[in-house]
């Protein structure tokens, strides 16, 4: 099994044959199918069939991969989900599979994949997916490390016909982590600006600001939702960026008026709303009903000791942050 990036470095690569995709990242999957498009011998018509749609027959796709038309176009054909097969339908499927048909064929599991510990390599889960790599080029499609995304940073910049330097790539990283969809969108925005370096990091600047009034937004809507999981994610970024002093005066206004307003029974009181802006205001008083006064109580409480804790010890962020997470909203 290949690394995405390690397939799409490879200036040897034909992009012709017949390939398997397998990982969680989307963004990856549409990169990837659109790069053998443009690489490979042109396709003028593409089906696309998901396993998982039990409305769809499977002997439509089987007629599909049969079919020898000599006045039809190639086709790419596009076979997601083959995770979702039983036993029987991945064996009738391989069985019909013909690697010397000039169709182009992608199969798709789009899966979160093992991670094996003595080899340093992800590993397919599922076995009916582990048939068809067998007999096809494997593609890592799983979300990559934030170590890779120089590379990717470098890769999709020669893509773009766009020329970076270092203080570029490291503030993009800053700003967008390892999310490789906002990285392209935000290299193609900066290839039509300019090349000169102080116009694409203004331009950039300007990104980062937008970017974290968004994440602000996300997070300040999963404390109000009660999503632990959203909230570790969207607050582990913004600390990253922005440092666990602002993210704590961020969270603690929120919870301070869900407090308040729940004291209240579901009110919310001016004094208490001055800091929280536009709609997340609507999203107080619902709050209120995801919460108990004592684990609101309890939350403010762990929020203000870490404050005092800043102020005066050095102290490791990433573990008081794991800290208030475990302790304000899974009780831990």
């Not at 034909?14 to 053998?36: A, E, R, T």
């Not at 997340?280 to 870490?306: D, G, H, M, V, W």
């Amino acid at each position: 099994m290949i690394k995405a990036l390690q397939f799409l470095s490879d200036k040897n690569q034909s992009f012709s044959n017949n390939y398997l995709l397998v990982g969680d990242n989307d963004f990856l999957y549409f990169f990837i199918k659109n790069q053998l498009i443009k690489n490979s011998q042109k396709k003028d018509e593409t089906f696309i069939f998901d396993c998982a749609d039990k409305s769809d027959p499977l002997d439509q796709l089987i007629n599909v991969f049969g079919s020898q038309d000599l006045f039809a176009n190639d086709k790419l054909i596009i076979v997601k989900n083959i995770n979702k097969l039983n036993k029987k339908n991945s064996e009738l499927l391989l069985h019909n599979f013909d690697s010397n048909s000039s169709n182009q064929i992608i199969f798709i599991d789009n899966n979160f994949l093992s991670y094996d510990y003595k080899s340093k390599s992800n590993t397919i889960k599922s076995a009916v997916t582990k048939e068809f790599s067998k007999i096809l080029d494997v593609i890592d499609i799983s979300t990559p490390f934030e170590s890779e995304m120089k590379h990717w940073i470098h890769l999709f910049a020669h893509e773009l016909n766009l020329k970076i330097s270092d203080n570029y790539v490291q503030k993009i990283i800053e700003i967008f982590g390892n999310n490789l969809s906002e990285i392209f969108n935000e290299i193609s925005k900066s290839s039509l600006v300019s090349s000169d370096e102080k116009d694409l990091l203004n331009s950039l600047e300007k990104s980062s600001n937008i970017h974290k009034e968004k994440q602000l937004w996300e997070l300040n809507y999963a404390v109000c939702d009660r999503r632990v999981d959203a909230i570790f994610e969207n607050g582990l970024s913004i600390m990253k960026q922005y440092g666990l002093s602002y993210l704590i005066n961020s969270m603690f206004n929120l919870l301070e008026a869900i407090f308040i307003a729940k004291k209240n029974n579901g009110t919310l009181i001016e004094a208490s709303s001055r800091n929280i802006r536009g709609n997340l205001l609507k999203r107080i008083s619902p709050a209120t009903n995801n919460y108990s006064l004592n684990e609101l109580e309890r939350a403010i409480n762990i929020f203000a000791q870490t404050d005092i804790k800043l102020k005066t010890q050095k102290i490791i962020d990433e573990t008081e942050f794991a800290n208030i997470i475990n302790g304000a909203f899974r009780h831990e």
